[in-house]
């Protein structure tokens, strides 16, 4: 855990400029529709390394699509996307302009752009949104939903010293509700209370460097498994989100047969190093996931890191199922969020090597990817 509540994102507007269609949000790129008119969006996230959340004040976007597959309609304010995520959204403007907003998870800027029945107009442009601070569900998983405050003054405060209050204000006081006392119990003499000034708990075990290695800082024991957490600073901002349990692919899976094989990878990093790896190997230390030809198999990803890696195999398509094995949606990146751990199945019908990686491309860079060979 030894990573701030507010690292939200690698980069911010300090270094980043967000475009729109290759446009400044001074530039205002401007989409033009006839009155009347139902106009269909297509919304591709071509960004290196930010995450975005779109709405169009005064217009409910539908999703029909999610990475270029149909998907059962539904009606949102709001989605989030990292980068080579697609959705496609239909709208039925009325008036003479919208704001098409996407600020960055991190708030620290947009990118803009105008819906406009004619060149020359434009509509108001929101506020960013205030930046949340990671919560105890972002950084410790399951258990993370369940702390209360009051729990708090039964802990052994020796363990916290040097913990920064202040922090704990600008937590989730609806996450802290219900804790189990139970689960709650520290291994005072392991955990150091060395990083940013949150709690640390039994589920996050930091292991010892010949276990994980100079590349693993962390790691969550009891993840969130359920799909319909729009994520940090989404979750009550009075907006309908768009989540992962919203999506439903028409047509069902593409392949009928249950998984014949499992593989579990967990997503890992080092924050003090800014290292990111997959099973706490780089890429240039890992050797290539094997798949055989032909075959079935679910593929269990566990995020141990508190950002969110939009996971992209290349070659074959991902089908996300819920934690209880309901198919959900055939994407070819799936988001996976902090302290989550999410499954779905792929058939290995594409002979050859492929690419497999977090699109967020400093974390691929920085070694947040595997060789997936099919034979
Ligand atoms: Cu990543």
Not at 88 to 96: L, N
Not at 179 to 186: P, R, V
Request: charged residues 20%; negative net charge; aromatic residues 6%.
């Amino acid at each position: 855990m030894r990573m701030s509540p507010t690292d939200l994102a690698d980069l911010s507007a300090a270094t980043l400029t967000y475009l729109m269609n290759g446009t400044t949000p001074a530039g205002n790129w401007t989409g033009l529709f006839r009155p009347g008119e139902r106009v269909r969006l297509r919304f591709v996230n071509g960004a290196g390394n930010t995450f975005y959340d779109v709405r169009i004040p005064g217009l409910k976007m539908t999703v029909v699509q999610a990475d270029g597959v149909d998907v059962e309609a539904v009606s949102v304010d709001e989605f989030r996307f990292g980068p080579g995520e697609t959705y496609d959204v239909i709208v039925e403007p009325k008036d003479e302009a919208y704001t098409i907003f996407a600020q960055s998870m991190d708030r620290t800027g947009y990118a803009r752009g105008t819906l406009a029945m004619r060149e020359g107009v434009s509509a108001a442009v929101p506020e960013l949104d205030p930046a949340e601070w990671l919560t105890m569900a972002d950084m410790m998983g399951a258990m993370g939903g369940g702390m209360s405050a009051g729990s708090m003054d039964s802990m052994d405060h020796g363990a916290m010293a040097g913990m920064n209050h202040g922090a704990m204000t600008g937590m989730s006081q609806g996450a802290m509700a219900g804790m189990d006392h139970s689960a709650m119990a520290m291994d005072h003499s392991q955990h150091g209370m060395a990083m940013g000034g949150l709690v640390t708990a039994s589920q996050i075990v930091r292991h010892a460097r010949t276990e994980y290695g100079p590349s693993t800082d962390m790691r969550v024991d009891m993840p969130r498994t359920n799909l319909d957490d729009p994520g940090i600073g989404l979750r009550n901002n009075g907006r309908k989100v768009l989540t992962l349990a919203d999506l439903s692919t028409i047509g069902g899976p593409m392949d009928p047969r249950g998984a014949e094989r499992e593989i579990e990878l967990h997503l890992t990093g080092n924050m003090e190093r800014y290292a990111w790896s997959v099973d706490g190997l780089e890429f240039g230390r890992s050797t290539p996931v094997h798949f055989n030809y032909g075959e079935r198999l679910r593929v269990i990803l566990h995020n141990d890191t508190m950002m969110t890696h939009p996971m992209h195999l290349h070659g074959m398509w991902s089908e996300l199922e819920t934690a209880d094995g309901q198919f959900q949606a055939r994407r070819h990146t799936i988001p996976v969020q902090p302290a989550q751990r999410l499954s779905f199945l792929v058939t290995a019908d594409a002979l050859g090597r492929w690419a497999w990686h977090c699109h967020l491309l400093f974390h691929m860079d920085a070694g947040m990817f595997r060789e997936v060979v099919v034979t």
